[in-house]
């Protein structure tokens, strides 16, 4: 009988053959850094599901005792533990959550999220690989984004625990504000060299002594 990989060797050989989308960026993000300034970093591998259910029905009750509650309104984040939930519409939410979350990696947020939902209408998608997520962080991060999103993300409006779906550099996004000098953007994998590279170069000015 052949020998059967032990589920640790596997999720390590699993994580070895994986490449995030803006991984040959990463000397970049750390060299084009000004540390207290303005951080890029690319959290790589999050375990995002992608749900449709009507949150007022019963299907909806259940997907909210998985992920600890549905947002009602445009902006609204629910977090319970390490698990976020995304407000993208009346009925559409993006489920945020560690690597180690999937079911591939000895998780099972895909499969109990696919199980509440039973026979009933609404629908569960594994989206962990559509998506990458950058972390731009600083006291400076807020004027980087200004420089190019068409949001108004003064602090009175756009609050620390709010995320919107916007553009930058032309480039849709997912633009999450996690703390008062932090936020996650979420693009589509194929859009990451792009903006990566275009939020580097929004930077570069902060690499200099300001000009008294």
């Known amino acids: 009988m052949a020998e059967t990989a032990a589920p640790a ?3 390590s050989s699993l994580r070895g053959a994986r490449r995030s989308p803006a991984e040959h960026l990463s000397d970049a993000f750390t060299s084009g850094s000004v540390p207290g300034t303005v951080t890029l970093t690319e959290i790589p591998y999050q375990t995002m599901v992608g749900v449709r259910v009507d949150r007022t029905s019963d299907a909806g009750a259940r997907v909210a ?3 600890g509650g549905l947002p009602a309104a445009s902006g609204e ?6 698990t976020s939930t995304i407000w993208l519409g009346p009925t559409e939410f993006l489920v945020v959550a ?4 999937h079911d591939s ?3 099972s947020l895909v499969g109990d ?3 509440t939902m039973g026979g009933d209408s609404g629908q569960v998608v594994d989206l962990s690989a559509n998506r990458t997520t950058f972390e731009l962080s600083g006291s400076h991060a ?4 200004e420089k190019t999103c068409s949001l108004d993300l003064h ?3 756009f609050k620390a625990g709010t995320a919107l779906s916007t553009e930058l550099a032309h480039i849709p996004v997912v633009l999450w504000k996690t703390s008062d000098e932090s936020y996650r953007i979420l693009p589509r994998a194929s859009f990451a060299d792009f903006l990566g590279r275009w939020i580097l170069d929004a930077m570069r000015e902060y690499a200099s002594p300001e000009v008294p």
């Not at 984040?77 to 390490?82: H, P, T």
């Not at 807020?142 to 984004?145: K, M, N």
């Open 9 to 11: 060797e596997i999720v």
């Open 65 to 67: 005792s998985v992920t």
């Open 77 to 82: 984040v629910v977090a319970s533990g390490a």
């Open 98 to 101: 560690p690597e180690e979350s």
């Open 105 to 107: 990696l000895g998780g």
């Open 113 to 115: 999220l696919t199980t």
């Open 142 to 145: 807020r004027a980087v984004l």
């Open 155 to 157: 602090p009175r409006v």
